[in-house]
């Protein structure tokens, strides 16, 4: 199992380059393009953690859903 401050030292070297060599028209069409609502992703955490059993994942995804409710219905809306 790989060390979860892999994952973050990963992340954070990716966001590097990224702003690095991309310009402002690239970044601005690619942020439209990854918009995503927490709770969409929570909605997802959930159901995949309710098909591999994973009690974490299911809760986490809850989490997410009821802290972006507010926005509820913006989810899984093409903008």
Known sequence: M???LLFLA????LAEI???Y??????SRWENY?????????AIMTGV???TKSPRLATTGIGLMLHDRKDQNKW????
């Open 2 to 4: 790989v060390h979860p």
């Open 18 to 20: 990224y702003k690095k």
């Open 49 to 51: 953690g309710i098909l």
């Open 10 to 13: 990963g992340g954070y070297l």
């Open 76 to 79: 899984f809306k093409q903008r």
């Open 22 to 27: 991309t310009t402002p028209a690239e970044k």
């Open 34 to 42: 990854v918009n995503m609502h927490h709770g969409e992703a929570g």
